[in-house]
């Protein structure tokens, strides 16, 4: 297993009390696998992204477990995650703009970052790393040269999916790559990202709010709602066959398909303050199928033919 995830907390520490951003997750990446992670605004997905890095504020509390090949980064210091970071796991984030230093040139850029994890590396074969990556994400290595804004939005995005690729990371945490940019670039780079995660072999997980963006990609797809995972299946079940009430209403609103047990293509509501998630289940307040047990009660997880489902609904079928 390259990545595994056990009843893994991140909360906030805030002055109002604990925001509950990820909240007793498990989830497992296995060698060559795409993980989809989709939910809307507010769930905890790039919070869980940043998390697996430990990039969050300094006061966020973690618990529970989150290992990389075998090694628990719950209990590793600031010092040992920097090894990890870029070295194990690589991130692409969803605003190149902000997250490549502009006034660097990309060839310095690339020289600084192998530079931490190989302190003896030349300028000479970092130049030629830097080109071979650039290279594979369709960059003219001469371009090594010029600084990140002379670059349009897409290409930016190439630069930082080889920035990400160069230290040959064994798992790639990709947060909303293409939200920044026009669909015909965003098409591009999922086709980049897909075959670079093939030739590569590497694992990724695939942070998103738009369920139609990881539909070619993913292996498996987790779905998100107030800081849970609520339903995990393999990617074509999830279309085909949604189980939890709230995957079916995010399918419904993505246009062209056909789930016709609901009415509604929206989802009525809000997600609930992560401060004080409700007492049951955190979806029942906006939920058509809401019975009184979930009022109450958290849901179990249900094993429903290779789906797992965080639902009352579905504690009769597994009896
Ligand atoms: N620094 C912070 N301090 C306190 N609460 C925070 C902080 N950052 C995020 N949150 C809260 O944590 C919850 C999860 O946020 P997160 O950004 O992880 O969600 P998301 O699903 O990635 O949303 P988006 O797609 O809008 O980025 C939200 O309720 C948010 O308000």
Redesign the pocket.
């Known amino acids: 297993m390259i990545f595994e995830a056990k009843d893994l907390k991140i909360y906030?520490?805030?002055k109002k009390g604990f925001?509950?951003?990820?909240d007793r997750i498990s989830l497992t990446v296995k060698k060559g696998e795409t993980v989809g992670l989709v939910?809307?605004?507010?769930?905890?997905?790039?919070?869980?992204?940043?998390g697996l890095l430990k990039i969050?504020?300094p006061k966020?509390f973690y618990g529970g477990s989150m290992k990389i090949e075998g090694e628990e980064l719950i209990s590793f210091s600031e010092n040992k995650m920097r090894e990890i970071r870029g070295k194990k796991i690589g991130m692409i984030f969803?605003d190149p703009m902000t997250s490549l230093n502009p006034i660097m040139r990309i060839e310095k850029l690339f020289y600084e970052t192998l530079k931490t994890h190989e302190p003896e590396i030349t300028e000479e074969e970092a130049r030629e790393r830097t080109a071979k990556v650039l290279e594979k994400v369709g960059i003219e290595p001469e371009r090594m040269q010029e600084y990140s804004f002379q670059f349009s939005g897409g290409m930016r995005q190439r630069v930082m999916i080889a920035l990400a690729l160069v230290l040959n990371p064994i798992l790639v945490i990709a947060?909303?790559p293409t939200t920044s940019l026009d669909v015909i670039v965003q098409a591009q780079i999922m086709e980049l990202l897909n075959e670079l995660r093939q030739e590569y072999e590497m694992s990724m997980i695939l942070?998103t709010?738009d369920l139609g963006v990881v539909a070619e990609m993913a292996d498996k797809i987790c779905v998100?709602y107030?800081?849970q995972i609520v339903e995990e299946a393999i990617n074509e079940k999830i279309y085909y066959e949604p189980k939890h009430p709230y995957t079916k209403l995010l399918l419904k609103s993505i246009p062209n398909t056909n789930i016709d047990d609901l009415e509604l293509n929206y989802i009525p509501g809000s997600?609930p303050?992560?401060?004080k998630p409700p007492r049951g289940c955190r979806f029942a307040p906006r939920c058509p199928y809401k019975m009184e047990i979930c009022e109450t009660q958290e849901p179990k997880t249900f094993a429903v033919d290779n789906t797992h489902v965080k639902c009352w609904l579905y504690s009769e079928v597994k009896k």
């Open positions: 906030y520490r805030t925001v509950k951003a990820v939910g809307e605004s507010g769930c905890g997905k790039s919070t869980l992204g940043q969050l504020p966020t969803q947060d909303e942070i709010h998100m107030a800081g997600p303050d992560l401060l």
